[in-house]
């Protein structure tokens, strides 16, 4: 079992920056990839970005790509997302999830979840 906890959320105005954190607990192993997801409401949850077990490879959903970044810290267990120019549409409940089968976007293929943090993007 392993636990994940988000944090870093909250209201900020368009073009402003936010880091979100993600710790995990529990058993943990070295190669896992972690993800980020977002969902808003009406909507399906969406793939925004993930990284591998090493933290070499990087993916990105287009609408991200340019403004995120992904990045982790195994010492930690933690990965983080650095949000840029953030825009009203990245509203939504974002979520990390942990994949001990490699590194996708389908978020059918993540075997954990954390509760999820609020980020509010004002105009």
């Known amino acids: 079992q392993v636990q994940l906890v988000e944090s870093g959320g909250g209201l900020v105005q368009a073009g402003d920056s936010l880091r979100l954190s993600c710790v995990a607990s529990?058993?943990?192993?070295?190669?896992?990839?972690m993800g980020w997801f977002r969902q808003a409401p009406g909507k399906e949850r969406e793939f925004v970005a993930a990284?591998?077990?090493?933290?070499?490879?990087?993916n990105y959903a287009d609408s991200v790509q340019g403004r995120f970044t992904i990045s982790r810290d195994n010492a930690k267990n933690t990965v983080y997302l650095q949000m840029n120019s953030l825009k009203p549409e990245d509203t939504a409940v974002y979520y990390c999830?942990?994949?001990?089968?490699?590194?996708?976007?389908?978020?059918?293929?993540?075997?954990?979840w954390g509760q999820g943090t609020q980020v509010t993007v004002a105009s």
């Open positions: 999830a942990a994949s001990f089968r490699g590194m996708m976007s389908d978020k059918a293929g993540y075997d954990y």
């Open positions: 529990g058993r943990t192993q070295r190669n896992y990839a």
């Open positions: 990284i591998s077990g090493g933290g070499y490879t990087t």
